[in-house]
């Protein structure tokens, strides 16, 4: 069993590379820095990755559950929002944390 | 119908009477409350052509059904006037415990028109009116007046104010109550045109709701869920919390828009303000979510404490090259003292930051011209726009009309739609708000139009047509009215699954009126072609629904650039969707379609005649 229960395997592929992902508001808040390192081939596995390296995000941002984000928070990829798990990560993703309440 | 009065007070301060006059139900059936009940007024009681400044421009203030009801964040007050910023409507919605004292005196709405021969104090105490002078009262800034007024009279009493920018005629002077703003557009000018330099008011009777029991229960259950998920953006960091993101996004206007991320981002950042500068956060009147968030000084000068959201950080911070937050609360505390937007003071100071910095003559010695970055300069300047003085006196009059006057080329960095400054996102990179803010009827506002809110998400790209866009701007904008109107939060909408069907089931328990979800898109779609009415009859033309030179490009029209042909595709794809006349007028078939035919049906169109019929019964 994983740290993630409710994870489908289909999520679990190989990880790739190393990706920056730049948090945003609560998710910088609760991790205490802006910018957090991790691994994964897509966002799922980013998503899981994160809640690893910084468990204070576990059930404010990330499902402790599916390891996926909480209703109130979404991805940036590469300037696209995208709640999309499957979505692939190149080395080169500018991957952001973000509140979905954008703006005022 | 319950909910409401079904009446207003009518106050000429010119003649020092006032009487009551009824609101016919169908008002609030169709038009909700709130901005759209203040709209509806200001268009029965503004002549076409008014002096915005003059004793006959009206100043609508208006609750709704929901206010006192105990519904979470519906405790607000709409204020409108023909605005002396813009020239066309002004609108403007502030939460304060002033909302729920009008309601209470028994009417839903206070018109005010003339001028006082002196300063005054206008007292609304139920129904008994009464005016006295208020010469002591003037050079206090809001908050000292609401404290002297209720010191006077009573702590029962609830005080709107104007600060000095508002005595001394400043155009986007703000009218502040309980510490909030009806900011934007100039309402504090035109209650200062009148010599009102406050208001106070006191009341005893609620307005029955049709299903007390079944609307406490579905208040309680929409103030638990304004605490989840949904709003903890907002409760936890406050909209502060968007300027690192716009930052990193490219959308933090920035130096009077000439980019969009500022290298002093992370100092100004909401997180940074949270962790070093952080005093406590507090809720507006009746509200569970508490988006307030205070903020303290912390270099060791005078002690200053301020209250930031992300359009004050971003008009005083980025915009202005400053990346001292001290500076930035310093700058916010004397707005809100002085009663101005922060909004138009800072990119109207950045605008002259900008004429600084190209060289362009302002009739004052360079020394006492603002510059990006310089702290003590952006201060200064703020006091100077307050009182009117030197440098100040042009800057008063708003980016519009200062490049107007300045010329030398100013007009093209004067960022502004209809004389109202851009808000703190930029319009390049987001187009769905580029054709909202260009076709915003009270001129470049992200409150009225929050079609961000579609580029914030994955429902567009930047390659889709013109018509979605369209379609996306106008439901953003109809949704804002209806929000505006019930009077409920935006900050709640996050918290709805299903906004309109919800506060539908809310205002059918307020008012006994079954209420269904289209009811109020239709309301929405309503109330938005009621202000544009508004300032078709006041003079709009088309021409005026474009964007600042500065962000748009001359090349041909393609989804990927904002240029000007792009512009102009979806301002008529627009149009088209609102089912309005290519150049922005409504066919008179199309209010009759959508149930404004009737209620406007005697107001007479622009320049033929001076409207003062009184409100119809």
Redesign the interface.
């Known amino acids: 069993m994983g740290l993630f229960p409710g994870l489908p395997d289909a999520d679990r592929a190989p990880v790739i590379d190393t990706v920056a992902v730049?948090l945003?508001?609560?998710p910088?808040?609760l991790a205490g820095q802006?910018r957090v390192a991790v691994v994964g081939a897509t966002l799922q596995e980013l998503s899981v990755s994160l809640a690893a390296v910084c468990p204070a995000l576990l059930g404010?941002v990330i499902d402790p559950d599916t390891g996926w984000l909480?209703?109130?928070?979404t991805f940036?990829l590469d300037?696209?929002?995208?709640?999309d798990r499957r979505a692939p990560i190149a080395p080169t993703s500018a991957v952001?944390l973000?509140?979905?309440?954008?703006?005022? | 119908m319950y909910g409401t009065h079904g009446r207003l007070l009518r106050v000429d301060l010119t003649t020092g009477t006032s009487g009551s006059e009824p609101i016919p139900e169908i008002v609030f059936e169709r038009l909700l409350g709130g901005i759209g009940l203040a709209s509806y007024l200001l268009l029965r009681c503004c002549p076409a052509g008014v002096e915005p400044l003059s004793p006959e421009n009206p100043l609508v203030f208006a609750t709704s059904p929901f206010v006192g009801t105990g519904i979470t964040t519906a405790s607000k007050l709409a204020v409108a006037a023909k605005s002396p910023q813009t020239g066309v409507i002004g609108d403007s919605l502030s939460s304060s415990y002033l909302a729920i004292a009008l309601k209470r005196t028994g009417f839903d709405a206070l018109v005010v028109t003339g001028r006082a021969p002196e300063p005054t104090l206008l007292v609304v105490d139920d129904d008994r009116v009464t005016f006295r002078p208020a010469g002591r009262l003037m050079g206090l800034d809001p908050a000292a007046t609401a404290e002297a007024v209720r010191g006077d009279m009573g702590a029962g009493f609830r005080v709107a104010a104007i600060g000095v920018a508002g005595e001394n005629g400043v155009r986007y002077a703000a009218i502040s109550n309980d510490g909030r703003l009806a900011g934007r557009t100039g309402a504090g000018a035109v209650m200062g045109s009148k010599n009102l330099k406050a208001i106070a008011v006191r009341g005893s009777r609620g307005a029955p709701v049709a299903d007390p029991k079944g609307l406490a229960t579905a208040a309680r259950g929409l103030a638990e869920r304004s605490l989840?998920?949904?709003?903890?953006?907002?409760r936890?960091?406050g909209?502060a919390?968007?300027l690192?993101?716009f930052d990193?996004?490219g959308v933090l206007p920035t130096r009077n828009f000439q980019a969009g991320s500022f290298s002093g981002a992370?100092a100004i950042s909401?997180?940074t303000l949270?962790?070093d500068h952080h005093t406590d956060k507090h809720g507006c009147a009746a509200c569970t979510v508490g988006c307030e968030h205070r903020y303290r000084t912390r270099d060791g000068g005078p002690a200053t404490e301020a209250r930031l959201?992300?359009?004050t950080l971003f008009a005083l911070g980025s915009l202005c090259g400053i990346a001292d937050p001290n500076v930035v609360l310093r700058a916010a505390a004397r707005c809100d003292a002085l009663g101005i937007d922060a909004i138009t003071t800072g990119a109207t100071i950045a605008w002259a930051m900008e004429c600084a910095e190209r060289g362009v003559e302002l009739g004052v010695p360079t020394a006492d011209l603002p510059r990006f970055g310089d702290g003590a300069s952006l201060l200064a300047t703020i006091e100077a726009i307050g009182t009117r003085s030197g440098l100040g006196d042009l800057l008063a009059e708003g980016s519009r009309r200062a490049s107007a006057i300045v010329g030398q080329g100013s007009e093209s960095w004067a960022m502004h739609v209809k004389g109202l400054e851009l808000?703190?996102?930029d319009p390049r990179k987001l187009q769905t708000l580029a054709l909202g803010l260009a076709v915003g009827t009270r001129g470049a506002c992200?409150?009225r139009s929050?079609a961000?809110?579609v580029d914030?998400?994955?429902r567009l790209?930047r390659r889709s047509e013109a018509t979605a866009r369209a379609s996306a701007a106008a439901t953003a904008e109809d949704q804002a009215a209806v929000l505006d109107s019930l009077t409920l939060c935006k900050f709640l909408r996050?918290a709805l699954v299903d906004l309109h069907g919800e506060s539908a089931a809310l205002h059918t328990l307020v008012t006994g009126r079954p209420t269904s979800a289209d009811d109020l898109r239709r309301a929405g779609e309503r109330i938005s072609n009621l202000k544009k009415l508004f300032n078709i009859r006041q003079g709009w033309t088309r021409a005026e629904d474009t964007l600042p030179p500065r962000v748009l490009t001359e090349n041909d029209g393609t989804p990927t650039h904002l240029s000007r042909p792009w512009l102009d595709e979806m301002v008529d794809a627009y149009y088209g969707v609102r089912g309005w006349d290519e150049d922005g007028t409504i066919p008179a078939a199309h209010l009759e379609r959508i149930g404004l035919a009737d209620l406007v049906a005697e107001i007479q169109p622009v320049g033929t005649q001076r409207s003062t019929a009184p409100v119809a019964v």
Request: proline letters at 2%; hydrophobic letters at 30%.
């Open positions: 730049e945003f508001g609560v910088s808040l802006r404010k909480l209703g109130g928070y940036v300037e696209r929002f995208t709640t952001l973000v509140s979905t309440v954008a703006g005022g | 989840g998920a949904g709003t903890a953006k907002y936890e960091v909209t919390a968007n690192a993101f990193r996004m992370e909401g997180e949270l962790l959201e992300y359009e808000p703190g996102y992200h409150n929050s961000y809110e914030f998400s994955d790209d996050h």
